[in-house]
T-cell receptor, first 115, second 117 residues
């Protein structure tokens, strides 16, 4: 079974530019998550989708971050405009359905550097 | 609110020695607890999870963890370290689904494990 795919793996941009990340979850997984992992910290949830609907985006900085999951499969996360503090690894994860203790399967992440 | 504290951002052990990575949690509801491992340039991989069944949980690669409610702890152990265990380890707690909770995972800051030959 193919894992969670993410692209690009690395991205370097200057502040105030925009950037987009793509995620393809494991086939059949209904729930998709985007996390931000700043160096030296654990991952922090940005947004959670159930199929193509948003379940939880309370920690998403909506003035600059946006995400969508059209057709309930692939997802994109966008930052516009980027700030220096957005430098982090952005992880995508998926799980078969929403459960209390459902395992989340993580992709390799996209490392973003904002100069 | 849920939170996790991992004591020690770096742990070093010799190959063959006991591995002990500490995790304490705070949860307003019965918790679901997880340990994840992250190898360089890779995503997180689930080691084991506690879901209110047995308090001693066995995971992959010889790791296990014990849920101690009285100590609000979920420490990760392995009797004998191997060079391949060198990685970063994250403890996480979920508040589960229901009512106002959304099954969100709250991660600790991570513990980097170094294994010396």
């Amino acid at each position: 079974e193919a894992g969670v795919a993410q692209s690009p793996r690395y991205k370097i941009i200057e502040k105030r530019q925009s950037v987009a990340f793509w995620c393809n979850p494991i086939s059949g997984h209904a729930t998709l998550y985007w996390y931000q992992q700043i160096l030296g910290q654990g991952p922090k949830l940005l947004i959670q989708f159930q199929n193509n609907g948003v379940v939880d985006d309370s920690q998403l900085p909506k003035d600059r971050f946006s995400a969508e999951r059209l057709k309930g499969v692939d997802s994109t996360l966008k930052i516009q405009p980027a700030k220096l503090e957005d430098s982090a690894v952005y992880l995508c994860a998926s799980s078969p359905r929403r459960m209390d203790y459902n395992e989340q399967f993580f992709g390799p992440g996209t490392r973003l550097t904002v100069l | 609110a849920q939170s996790v504290t991992q004591l020690g951002s770096h742990v070093s052990v010799s190959e063959g020695a006991l591995v002990l990575l500490r995790c304490n949690y705070s949860s307003s509801v019965p918790p679901y607890l997880f340990w994840y491992v992250q190898y360089p340039n890779q995503g997180l991989q689930l080691l084991l999870k506690y879901t209110s069944a047995a308090t001693l949980v066995k995971g992959i690669n010889g790791f296990e963890a014990e849920f101690k409610k009285s100590e609000t702890s979920f420490h990760l152990t392995k009797p004998s370290a191997h060079m391949s265990d060198a990685a970063e380890y994250f403890c996480a707690v979920s508040d589960g689904l229901g009512g106002s909770t959304l099954g969100r995972l709250y991660f600790g800051r991570g513990t980097q494990l170094t294994v010396w030959p």
